[in-house]
């Protein structure tokens, strides 16, 4: 069976956890493992800002991230959104031309909370990729709507973080 034979799902990885970007680049190196084509898109995520991003382009991910060089707090400014309706015309056109066998939109559902984007857009999207295109979206507060479209719904669930404790950010952990 090849790939363009079989079923294609969709998977969210959402919650105030740690782990949903990092859940779905394990599947993208088990999809690579099997010879399969990886693109990564990342709404709110600037090009190599962390480690994961170099790696995988080593395993042979293509990674496309279209997030600023600077955190979204509060209002997003026009060059936000900008940047996250260029990411999701390139990932609307990557899921649905048939070309990938796995297509990450990487904090999407964050770039949804901020008003970025229309959740109706992402829907669309999700209707159109093409059938035997895996996809997955990630992100805390995805809204309930995507949930209905999807296969797999995860939930990663924050119990204890040392950044309550004011430990920040560190460079092979979390970035």
């Known amino acids: 069976m090849s790939w363009r034979d079989r079923l294609g799902l969709v998977h969210i990885y959402t919650g105030n956890g740690k782990g949903k970007t990092t859940a779905a680049f394990g599947l993208a190196v088990r999809m690579l493992g099997r010879g399969g084509k990886v693109l990564i898109i990342q709404f709110m995520k600037a090009p190599k800002a962390y480690g994961e991003q170099v790696k995988i382009e080593e395993c042979g991910a293509v990674i496309e991230s ?35 066998d796995l297509v990450i939109l990487d904090e999407v559902c964050v770039a949804l909370r901020f008003g970025m984007l229309e959740v109706e857009e ?8 093409a059938e035997h295109t895996e996809l997955v979206l990630t992100g805390r507060y995805c809204p309930e709507e995507l949930f209905e479209l999807a296969d797999y719904v995860t939930e990663m669930r924050e119990i204890k973080h040392p950044y309550q404790r004011g430990v920040i950010a560190r460079k092979g952990v979390e970035y």
């Open 122 to 129: 992402v829907r669309e999207l999700v209707r159109t990729k």
């Open 66 to 100: 279209f997030g600023l060089p600077k955190f979204v707090h509060g209002e997003p400014t026009e060059e936000d959104i900008e940047a996250a309706k260029r990411a999701l015309s390139r990932a609307r056109e990557a899921a649905s031309s048939g070309e990938w």
